[in-house]
């Protein structure tokens, strides 16, 4: 039968209360027989007193008898008298006035023995008397036999008051024992009473801290953001009802922790699409002008070759041949070139699939450098991707590794995101450098502990350290005014997007800089996948600079 805590405190409550009362009937019982010890040990203390006082005057008065003189035989009555007086086991016959030396009632009654005794001794003085006066008339021969009876009754006198002594000494065993049986109950009453104290104590310490351990236990989880944890809940009393309460809370918790994740989930892809088609309308307005450079080619030699070939004839110059195959091959190069350009701005603006998959971030940079290549208002400031020490590259100020040996930098990602990432980097690094001398960086490289690096390194503007703890906020920008086009130059979004990207592909972006006009660099670490085939484009080197 399952009982609450309220039930469980009363029945301890009622059953220490019953053990203390009944240590304290045991030890009123034990009073009160050390009570009545008391008046056995002074009851026996008297009749060992007056028999030994009696015994000393009767040996008196036998040796006193043993010369038929009436003198002796005086001195004796006096010793038997002194014994009947020190007989006197009542109140009374101490004398009026005198005190009882005993403070308590005595509880065992005269023995038999003593009145026996008593009466004895009375009839001996009696004796006596008449044996006084009879020795002065009497014959010797019957004085003689009147005082062998009365020796004969003093012997008898002494046989009863050893009687008395040995049954006193009884009775001091017995109550010796029963004092002893008193002590041996009562301490063990109170044993069992410490015993059960104890034993309900530790029942009820487990019953109660057990419960709040585990409630304990699961706050700590549920602060920990552990909402699946669950607290066993035990029982029917009030410690399990609070336990039912606090997994039916964490439920709650766990449920709304789980709508808020998907709710914080579905904004941040359309904050990441929204962020995607404004770089793609940015880059949109500096590539349409550049578009219509090869375009103008591809008009101008189109329109040589239609009136090359309508004025030769096929036996013409074979010269003049080899220069229309040339145009037409020209026409063929820049053609290729706009629909490669056509192509990467479509593939970013539709976002493609969210299936991670191996990416060569080298390849990704080589893709974004060409993509703002096309840039307009950036075309006097240099890109360079590095995936290696190479010759003639000047050592960065602010790289505080060594780079060495080429790098895929091979990483499981998904393409388009990597893409916008390094875009928003880049072009950031492009709006921070000055035209003319400005330079812009993207090294990949293999870093430590399994991890990829790309690093976008400017000499640009630089950064303050108040500015680098809030390079990441959103909307957090320090481009103020307007654009060419009447568009803000900055929502302040990108980079933070860019941050909320690489921690969810288990990365991580930090931003470092040295100081204004120290220029600054971004650094994107990602877990390195090896074994991986990735088709990679054609290169003639581990740089490319556009």
């Known amino acids: 039968m399952q009982m609450t805590l309220r039930q469980k405190i009363s029945w301890q409550v009622g059953a220490t209360l019953f053990g203390l009362l009944l240590v304290s009937a045991a030890s009123l019982w034990g009073i009160n027989g050390l009570h009545q010890d008391y008046g056995v040990a002074l009851d026996g203390y008297q009749r060992l007193r007056q028999a030994y006082v009696a015994g000393t005057h009767l040996q008196t008065a036998q040796k006193l008898l043993q010369w038929p003189h009436p003198q002796s035989i005086a001195a004796a ?26 403070t308590l009632p005595p509880v065992v009654s005269d023995d038999p023995a003593t ?93 109660v801290m057990n419960p709040i351990r585990r409630l304990t236990a699961g706050v700590h989880q549920l602060t920990a953001g552990e909402f699946k944890g669950r607290v066993d809940a035990r029982g029917r009393d009030e410690l399990a009802s609070l336990a039912n309460d606090f997994n039916q809370m964490a439920a709650e918790l766990d449920g709304f922790y789980h709508e808020l994740e998907r709710k914080v989930a579905e904004k941040s892809k359309e904050l990441i699409r929204s962020e995607r088609l404004a770089s793609v309308g940015y880059l949109a307005a500096g590539v349409a002008h550049e578009i219509n450079n090869p ?64 990416v060569s971030l080298l390849e990704t940079a080589r893709e974004v450098a060409s993509i703002i290549g096309g840039l307009r208002e950036h075309r006097d400031k240099r890109v360079v991707v590095i995936a290696d020490s190479d010759e003639g590259i000047a050592p960065d100020p602010l790289a505080s590794v060594t780079r060495v040996g080429d790098a895929e930098g091979l990483v499981m990602a998904v393409e388009q995101e ?72 900055g929502t302040g979004l990108g980079l933070s997007i860019s941050h909320a990207i690489v921690q969810n592909h288990g990365g991580t ?38």
């Open 77 to 102: 009555r006096s010793e038997v008298s002194a014994a009947i007086t020190s007989f006197a086991l009542s109140d009374e016959s101490a004398g009026p006035g005198v005190a009882s030396p005993r």
């Open 115 to 207: 009145g026996d005794i008593r009466r004895s001794l009375q009839t001996i003085a009696g004796n006596l008397e008449l044996l006084e006066q009879s020795t002065q008339g009497a014959p010797a021969e019957a004085v003689a036999m009147q005082r062998d009876a009365i020796v004969a009754q003093l012997g008898k006198i002494a046989l009863l008051s050893s009687g008395i002594r040995k049954s006193t000494e009884l009775a001091q065993e017995a109550a010796a024992t029963k004092r002893q049986a008193t002590f041996a109950l009562v301490g063990g009453l109170c044993g069992l009473v410490v015993f059960l104290a104890i034993v309900l104590g530790v029942l009820h310490y487990r019953g």
């Open 295 to 358: 375009l103008g080619i591809i008009s101008g030699y189109a329109e040589y070759s239609i009136a090359a070939i309508g004025k030769f004839e096929p036996s013409s110059d074979a010269g003049h041949t080899a220069d229309v195959a040339k145009s037409l091959q020209i026409i063929c190069d820049e053609a290729f070139r706009c629909k490669q350009i056509t192509q990467k701005l479509l593939s970013l603006a539709r976002g493609g699939d969210d299936a991670r998959q191996p």
């Open 418 to 489: 990597m893409k916008q990432v390094l875009l928003n980097l880049a072009v950031n690094a492009l709006e921070a450098v000055a035209s003319g001398s400005g330079e812009v960086r993207i090294e990949v490289r293999e870093a430590p502990n399994g991890f990829v690096e790309l690093s976008v390194i400017d000499n640009g503007r630089g950064m303050t350290p108040e500015t680098l703890d809030r390079v990441f906020e959103p909307f957090f920008t320090q481009k103020r005014g307007r654009g060419d086009d009447g568009c803000g130059l």
């Open 509 to 546: 972006l930090t931003a470092e800089s040295k100081g204004l006009g120290l220029g600054s660099r971004m650094i994107v670490r990602l877990p390195a996948i090896h074994g991986a085939a990735v088709p990679a484009a054609p290169v003639a080197s581990g740089r490319t600079t556009v």
